[in-house]
């Protein structure tokens, strides 16, 4: 097993700069695995792949199997941390185009409140066979409380009294209206646990239930988060790299780089980074303080957002997703024509070619003075996708607690809804 | 007809600042309409749909037709500019899930290096009727030429002496690798203009080719193009939406907002973001300068990034692109037993929800101090898109004008290439 490698060598980050900071970098962790910090009530994540019942995992794996056996589609509803991470994970272990090559298709929605989406939506796998896995710890989250009552009568109506078990349900334990309302229809739930939050959901069946449908080996991403768990959980600052990552962005940080962007150079990985944004930007973005996390696919947005990193205003770091060894690949054919005058690279790989693109931008942007980062993953499966996912998930508390944030709250999340929901009328919510 | 309209209310602008920054404007506004500024030879974007010539805009559209009428799908090669616009103009007006709804499908190659991202792609299209438009001005971008070898030889293979009548290009009028190939392999040829950039070439045939394809009425997009011409034009500052929107985000950056972040509400509208991000930040990010442009999808990413938003660094603005009619449209079904308590909108259209939850996020974002500025389109088709194109087209080249950078060029997209050319051990290119 290899590791998850970071590479500093392009952040133009010194020694002592590391050394500076290394006491609050260790503090932070410290408060985080000793629970002592604040809202330590929320990070039951850190060891609940060790305490999931194993009655409520078999169940999770017999659920995904009826699901794949009886479906040619599944349409997860769930907003935020309810899809950000069993979305990255589908597609990148899946890879690219997976809804047109493999079976079942992964449909997402209430996710939103447009019409017009939900609307086409339901014209495409309307004459499908369906099933449906709702996601909201609360049952109240407007846009997934809307979409599903719209798929309850699309599948009452579509499969009368089995439609119950087509629906499976992913909530809070005891409380709430999804909970309530799957006892009296005979859904199947799964438990949301209390000490953990959205964005740090994904290693529950909050993830794990959708990516099990969808045809993921969810043992071996249990094992990848174990393996992250006991690797960075070590205390030597100097051979962890999550303690590593969550030093290098904060020194960035203090010299006034305000943008972190995460790059990655495969399109089936481009939704980890919306995953990444999400947990980084709601966990720290709080009391005037967090750096923006934007994210950019390469080679792709070299040629729209290349210009602005190679010469624009001097306020980002980049952190490269840099995967060794790639799913599938291609090579360059021979052609004896040679009309476009590419034979010099004939018999290379794309993924070669990709890999001298990845150093050519990396040293051309620290010529422009922008710091980067290099995470290196040995390969994209499930293993150490979740190793990823822990690595990111461990080290954004260590960040947050090192910029003196509480890391595990959204509170800026209701402002909108409240607003939303007086608008709208209901007396309940305001 | 009905204007796009430009709402500063949330935006925290005084009149002393709109008057102040004016006469920077009318300058620079002075400068692009006159043909004076830097890289003035770059600006035939300005009046391209007056001087189409009648004989290529004819064969633009008997293309697309046989293209069409050929193929279940088509694949449009090319990277930034040679892509983006088409992308967001297909999307934003065949709605979403629109490769599942419609024919012809549109395929996206050419665009980044991954060889797992073009073998599952041919994978998916090799059985079926296939048709390709390629486009690079030079011939010789790399992630395009290198997919149409790959591209060529499997429609070769397939369809033999038939398969260039499938294969369609765009580029330079007289010189480079795709045109001397077209002439030999006798491929139809449509011409990039030598005075348009790529990110201002969705008027020309760059985009018109793949939306005709697309089943988009280019008709009514050059009539956009036309009404946006002659609106923005106006010299007067207090009424000309275009002129405001350049002075509203330079005072927005001087107050030091570094970010602008362009949200929408539809789904559909996602890639508009995508092109205004290539527009901008290409043409203002040199010299140290420019606002990093971002984008996010609400309802969708106030549930990830609304946090930040709400609650993080004061850097940022929104620029909100609101659409008042949609497409298409769902009522909040009645449900008896209301076991969600939704019934209090019951009636209600999905719409007019996302309508409020726009107005109450906006007021929320006001009140977290994050000025806001709102674009408003009456409805989104081929004429308002094409016209809300040109007004972000013109109000960028006022804009990069006001900031004293070449808006016209990209000098820092080079960098990158010359190293992955020299590590790639291309003799010709270093």
Known sequence: ????????????????????????????????????????????WLDYMYRIEKKEYEEIKTAAKYIKENSEAFILLGIGGSYLGAKAAIEAVRGDFHNELLSPQVYYAGLN????????????????????????????????????????EL???KYGEESKNRIFVVTDKNKGALKSMSELKGY??????????????????????????????????????????????DRNFESNACLLYAAARNILNRRNKEIEIF????????????WWKQLYGESEGKEGKGIFPASLNFTTDLHSMGQFVQEGRKILFETTLS???????????????????????????????????????FMAHKDGNVPGIIITVPKMDEFYLAKLFYFFMMSCGISGYTIKVDPFTQPGVEAYKKNMFRLLGNKEKI
């Open 113 to 152: 409140l447009s019409g017009a989406y939900l609307k086409k939506l339901i014209r495409l796998v309307k004459e499908k066979e369906i099933s449906i896995i709702v996601i909201s710890k609360s049952g109240t989250t407007l846009e997934t409380a809307l979409s599903f009552r719209i798929f309850r």
């Open 155 to 157: 599948m009452e109506e």
């Open 1 to 44: 097993m290899e590791k998850i490698t970071l590479n500093l060598h392009g952040s133009f980050i010194e020694e002592n700069e590391l050394k500076r900071i290394k006491p609050e970098i260790m503090a932070a962790q410290k408060s985080l695995l000793n629970r002592k910090g604040v809202s330590s009530e929320m990070t039951g």
């Open 263 to 274: 790059v990655n150079y495969e399109p089936s990985c481009t939704s980890i980074a919306e």
């Open 323 to 361: 995967i060794e060894n790639s799913q599938d690949d291609m090579e360059v054919p021979f052609d004896s024509n040679d009309f476009d005058r590419l034979n010099y690279i004939s018999g290379k790989t794309f993924n070669y070619i990709n890999s001298k693109a990845f150093e050519g931008t």
């Open 188 to 233: 199947k739930t799964f438990v949301v646990p209390d000490d953990i939050g959205g964005r740090y959901s994904v290693i529950t069946p909050v993830g794990l239930l959708p990516m099990a449908a969808a045809g993921l080996d969810i043992d071996k991403f249990m094992e990848g988060l174990k393996s992250g768990a006991e690797e960075y959980s």
